[in-house]
C-alpha cells in the first residue's frame, strides 16, 4: 500500500499495531522459566543461612514450607482460574476484572503494577551491592542507571530476547548451585544439626533477639516472584494450560532447591556463622565466583522479569480505561511489543531508582503482592463455593485450598507488618471507590458479579423463607408502581423518591394495550435508572394488556411468591367516579394479599407546594386495646411510617391532628396522640393539634400544608377522596395497612 501523506502513513501505522499479534510462547520460556528465575532471587543467595541460624533446621523448613505455602495455594487458585478460561493480556489483574470487576480490577491492578516497577528498582539494587563487591570503586548511581538501561534495552527490543538470555541466566543460577552442594565442607561436614534454633537475630539489631514471624517476614518476599509468568498470559500458547504446568512445575523445583539448601546450611556452618555471615553461600562454595555471578544474574534476570511484566499489566488497564489515556498507551508496537507501556513504565522505575533506598517501602509492595494473592484466592473460592455454571476449571481444586490461601495471606500481612498492611489496604480501598464513582464506569464483558451477588440474593431468600417470620423491625417500603404512560412519573418522581429513601425500593410496571412500544420502554428504563442513581434500588418491567386492571391484578398474584415482593401499592385518584369503581378490585385483590396501599392525590393547583409541611390526620381509638392493636384498628401503622420517611426527607414541618366532637374528648384525644408520639418515637418538633367540631369545619382550621397524611376509610369513596382534596386545598395521600408493617417496633 503506497501511502504519499507522512500523516496518513502515521496513522496506517498505528491503526496496524493493535491487530498485530505478539509472539506465543509456551510452557517453559513463558511461565516456568521466568517464575523458576524470579523465586531463586537475592534472598536464595544471602538469607537462608541466616533463616537456617535462627531457626534451626526444622525451624528454618517449617518458615519455608509455611511460606511456600502460600505461593503454592495461590499457584493452585490462578491456575484453576487459567484452566477455566483463556486470558487476555494482564495476567493477575485480567483474572481478578473478569471475575469481580474493573473496579476491584483496578484497585488491585494499579498498585500491582506500581509493585512491579518497584520491584524492578529493588533488583538492581540488588545487583549493585554485589557488583559493588567486586568493583568497589564504582559509583553507585552508575551502575544502577547503566544496568537499569541494559534492562530497559533488552525489554523494549522484545519479550522474546529477554526470554532467550533468561537461558544463560538459567545455566549461571544452575552452575552456582552446583558449585555450592559440591562444597567439600558439605560433604565432609562435622557440624553438630541444630534442629530449633535459639533466634538470636541480626548484626542490625546487635543480635538482641527475634521471632519465628519476624523470620518468616524476611524470607517470604523471596516466593512473591509466582506473578511472572502470569504476566505474560495474553503472549501464551495455551494460557489454560501454560499457566497450570509452568507455574506449579516453578514452585515444585524452588521449594525442593529451598529445602536442600537449608539441608546445605546446617551442614556447613555453626548457627553463629549462619546468623553473621550473609555470604555464606559464597563463602564456602566450590567456586566463589560461580555463585557471585549466579547472584547477579539472579538480580538481573529478576528486575529483567518485572520489567517485562509491569507494562503489561499497565496495558491490560488502558485497554479496559481503568487509567486515564487508555487508547494511547494501550497501542502496540508492530511485533506486537507494548512500547508506550513500557517507556512509562521505565519512567516509574527510574524514579524510584531515585529515591536510592527503598528499604522504607519494601513492606508496601510485598503487601500490594498479598493482597493480589489473597484477592485471587477469594476469586475461586467464591465462584467454587456458589456453583456458578461458567466457572468450569479443567483444573479442579478443593475449596479448602483457596479458603487456607486467602486466611493465610491476611495473616501474613499482619505478621510482615500491621502497619503497612493497614496502608495498602487503606490505597486499594481508595482506588476502588474513586473508580466506583467515575460517571463513565467501564464494564467488562464476562463479569461474574451479577451471579455471584445472585447466588447470594438466592441464598438470602431461601433463609428468609425458611424463616418465615414478619419481622416489623426489618420492614421497609417495595412500592408497585403502575404506569401506563411515562410522563405520570415525571411528577410522582420526586416523592417516590423521597418516601423510599434510602433503603426502599420501587417496582416500576409499565403496562400497555397496544403493542409495545419502544419509547416508551426507553422513557421506563430511564427513569429507572434516574432512580438507581439517587440510590434506590428500581427494577422496570413491561406487560402489555388489554386493561391496566388486568395487568395490575396479575402482577399482584404473581409477585406473592417472589422474595422482594412489594409491599405497597402506588395507586393514583381517578379522575373519574366510573374510573373508581373500576379501582375497587384492586383495592379488594390488594386487601386480600395484604398489600398496603398508597393512595396519591394531586391538587391541580397546589401541586407539592413547598415540599415542606406535612399534616398526619388521626382518629383517636379508645377501648380496652393494646396500642399495637389500635393503630391497625385505626390504619395507621403505614400513615405514620410513611409521613416520618417524608419528614425526615423534606426537613420540614410535622403536624398530628385529630378532630373531636365535643370538649370532654380533647384530654382522652391528647393522651392518645401524647402516646401515638411517645411509642412511634416522633420527634419533638413535631407539633399536636386537637381541632372541636365537625370534620368538614376543622379541616379549614387546620395549618395549611404541602401534603396530608389521610387513612382510607374501610369501605372508601370516591367524594370522600376528591373531598378531602378540595377542603385541604393541598395534595393528599391516602393509607390503607397491609398488616405487616408497624410503627411502634
Given at each position: 500500500m503506497n501511502i504519499k501523506n507522512p500523516l496518513a502513513k502515521l496513522k496506517a501505522i498505528f491503526s496496524q499495531s493493535n491487530s498485530v499479534k505478539p509472539k506465543s510462547y509456551n510452557t517453559f520460556e513463558g511461565v516456568f522459566k521466568p517464575t523458576l528465575l524470579t523465586i531463586l532471587g537475592a534472598i536464595m543467595y544471602l538469607r537462608v543461612g541466616w533463616v537456617v541460624g535462627n531457626a534451626g533446621l526444622l525451624g528454618g523448613m517449617l518458615v519455608i514450607f509455611a511460606a511456600l505455602s502460600i505461593t503454592l495455594a495461590t499457584g493452585l487458585s490462578l491456575s484453576s482460574i487459567a484452566s477455566n478460561t483463556r486470558l487476555e493480556a494482564g495476567g493477575p489483574y485480567a483474572m481478578i476484572a473478569k471475575a469481580l470487576g474493573l473496579e476491584v480490577g483496578g484497585a488491585i491492578g494499579i498498585p500491582l503494577f506500581l509493585s512491579q516497577a518497584c520491584a524492578v528498582a529493588m533488583y538492581i539494587f540488588g545487583f549493585r551491592e554485589g557488583w559493588l563487591s567486586i568493583f568497589p570503586q564504582h559509583s553507585t548511581l552508575l551502575v544502577d542507571l547503566m544496568v537499569f538501561l541494559i534492562v530497559l534495552t533488552i525489554a523494549y527490543i522484545s519479550a522474546g530476547l529477554a526470554f532467550r538470555i533468561q537461558y544463560l541466566v538459567m545455566a549461571l543460577i544452575t552452575i552456582s548451585l552446583i558449585s555450592i552442594f559440591a562444597s567439600t565442607t558439605f560433604w565432609e561436614s562435622q557440624q553438630t544439626l541444630v534442629l530449633l534454633g535459639n533466634f538470636p537475630g541480626s548484626p542490625e539489631n546487635q543480635f538482641t533477639g527475634t521471632t519465628f514471624w519476624e523470620v518468616f517476614a524476611v524470607f517470604f518476599p523471596a516466593v512473591t516472584g509466582i506473578m511472572a509468568g502470569v504476566n505474560m498470559s495474553g503472549e501464551l500458547k495455551n494460557s489454560r494450560k501454560n499457566i497450570p504446568r509452568g507455574t506449579l512445575s516453578a514452585i515444585g523445583v524452588s521449594s525442593i532447591v529451598y529445602i536442600s539448601l537449608c539441608w546445605w546450611a546446617v551442614r556447613v556452618a555453626s548457627p553463629e556463622e549462619l546468623v553473621n555471615n550473609y555470604t555464606i553461600m559464597i563463602d564456602r562454595a566450590l567456586w566463589h565466583p560461580a555463585v557471585l555471578a549466579g547472584l547477579l544474574a539472579a538480580t538481573?534476570?529478576?528486575?529483567?522479569?518485572?520489567?517485562?511484566?509491569?507494562?503489561?499489566?499497565?496495558?491490560?488497564?488502558?485497554?479496559?480505561?481503568?487509567?486515564?489515556?487508555?487508547?494511547?498507551?494501550?497501542?502496540?508496537?508492530?511485533?506486537?511489543?507494548?512500547?508506550?507501556?513500557?517507556?512509562?513504565?521505565?519512567?516509574?522505575?527510574?524514579?524510584?531508582?531515585?529515591?536510592?533506598?527503598?528499604?522504607?517501602?519494601?513492606?508496601?509492595?510485598?503487601?500490594?503482592?498479598?493482597?493480589?494473592?489473597?484477592?485471587?484466592?477469594?476469586?475461586?473460592?467464591?465462584?467454587?463455593?456458589?456453583?456458578?455454571?461458567?466457572?468450569?476449571?479443567?483444573?479442579?481444586?478443593?475449596?479448602?485450598?483457596?479458603?487456607?490461601?486467602?486466611?493465610?495471606?491476611?495473616?501474613?500481612?499482619?505478621v510482615i507488618d500491621p502497619r503497612f498492611s493497614f496502608i495498602a489496604t487503606i490505597i486499594v480501598l481508595a482506588i476502588y471507590f474513586q473508580l466506583v464513582k467515575r460517571p463513565d464506569n467501564p464494564k467488562i464483558a464476562g463479569d461474574v458479579r451479577s451471579g455471584i451477588f445472585e447466588a447470594i440474593a438466592q441464598w438470602a431468600a431461601k433463609k428468609v423463607i425458611e424463616i418465615d417470620v414478619n419481622n416489623y423491625r426489618a420492614w421497609r417500603p417495595t412500592l408497585l408502581v403502575p404506569v401506563e404512560h411515562w410522563s405520570q412519573l415525571l411528577g410522582e418522581f420526586r416523592l417516590l423518591l423521597d418516601v423510599c429513601l434510602p433503603e426502599g425500593s420501587i417496582q416500576l410496571l409499565g403496562l400497555t394495550g397496544e403493542e409495545l412500544d419502544s419509547n416508551f420502554s426507553y422513557q421506563i428504563k430511564k427513569l429507572a435508572a434516574a432512580f438507581r442513581r439517587r440510590g434506590i434500588f428500581t427494577t422496570f418491567s413491561l406487560l402489555k394488556f388489554q386493561t391496566p386492571l388486568e395487568g395490575i391484578l396479575v402482577i399482584l398474584q404473581s409477585s406473592q411468591s417472589t422474595f422482594f415482593r412489594p409491599n405497597i401499592l402506588f395507586l393514583r385518584v381517578p379522575e373519574q367516579a366510573t374510573d373508581w369503581e373500576q379501582m375497587q378490585p384492586i383495592l379488594a385483590e390488594a386487601k386480600r394479599l395484604e398489600v398496603?396501599?398508597?393512595?396519591?392525590?394531586?391538587?391541580?393547583?397546589?401541586?407539592?407546594?413547598?415540599?415542606?409541611?406535612?399534616?398526619?390526620?388521626?382518629?383517636?381509638?379508645?377501648?380496652?386495646?393494646?396500642?399495637?392493636?389500635?393503630?391497625?384498628?385505626?390504619?395507621?401503622?403505614?400513615?405514620?411510617?410513611?409521613?416520618?420517611?417524608?419528614?425526615?426527607?423534606?426537613?420540614?414541618?410535622?403536624?398530628?391532628?385529630?378532630?373531636?366532637?365535643?370538649?370532654?374528648?380533647?384530654?382522652?384525644?391528647?393522651?392518645?396522640?401524647?402516646?401515638?408520639?411517645?411509642?412511634?418515637?416522633?420527634?419533638?418538633?413535631?407539633?399536636?393539634?386537637?381541632?372541636?367540631?365537625?370534620?368538614?369545619?376543622?379541616?379549614?382550621?387546620?395549618?395549611?400544608?404541602?401534603?396530608?397524611?389521610?387513612?382510607?376509610?374501610?369501605?372508601?369513596?370516591?367524594?370522600?377522596?376528591?373531598?378531602?382534596?378540595d377542603l385541604t386545598g393541598s395534595s393528599c395521600l391516602f393509607f390503607r395497612d397491609s398488616s405487616n408493617e408497624s410503627a411502634i417496633a
Open positions: 538481573f534476570s529478576a528486575a529483567l522479569s518485572s520489567l517485562v511484566g509491569a507494562p503489561r499489566i499497565l496495558v491490560a488497564l488502558a485497554r479496559d480505561d481503568v487509567i486515564p489515556q487508555g487508547k494511547l498507551i494501550s497501542k502496540l508496537s508492530t511485533n506486537g511489543e507494548p512500547r508506550r507501556g513500557l517507556l512509562i513504565s521505565s519512567l516509574f522505575v527510574l524514579g524510584a531508582l531515585m529515591v536510592r533506598d527503598l528499604n522504607a517501602i519494601a513492606p508496601l509492595i510485598t503487601m500490594f503482592f498479598l493482597i493480589t494473592y489473597a484477592t485471587l484466592n477469594l476469586v475461586v473460592l467464591l465462584e467454587s463455593q456458589l456453583g456458578l455454571m461458567n466457572f468450569r476449571p479443567t483444573f479442579k481444586i478443593p475449596s479448602i485450598i483457596p479458603f487456607y490461601g486467602f486466611s493465610s495471606c491476611l495473616l501474613a500481612m499482619l398496603g396501599v398508597m393512595l396519591f392525590g394531586l391538587h391541580p393547583l397546589a401541586g407539592m407546594g413547598r415540599m415542606e409541611i406535612i399534616n398526619v390526620w388521626l382518629t383517636p381509638q379508645t377501648g380496652e386495646l393494646s396500642f399495637f392493636e389500635k393503630l391497625q384498628q385505626g390504619n395507621l401503622n403505614l400513615t405514620m411510617l410513611m409521613a416520618l420517611r417524608l419528614y425526615r426527607s423534606w426537613q420540614g414541618s410535622l403536624h398530628l391532628i385529630t378532630v373531636v366532637s365535643s370538649t370532654e374528648e380533647v384530654k382522652p384525644a391528647q393522651q392518645y396522640i401524647e402516646e401515638l408520639r411517645d411509642l412511634c418515637r416522633i420527634p419533638n418538633q413535631a407539633k399536636t393539634f386537637v381541632l372541636v367540631g365537625k370534620f368538614e369545619d376543622c379541616i379549614t382550621q387546620a395549618p395549611q400544608s404541602d401534603m396530608n397524611f389521610i387513612g382510607l376509610p374501610q369501605k372508601p369513596n370516591f367524594d370522600f377522596v376528591y373531598h378531602m382534596l
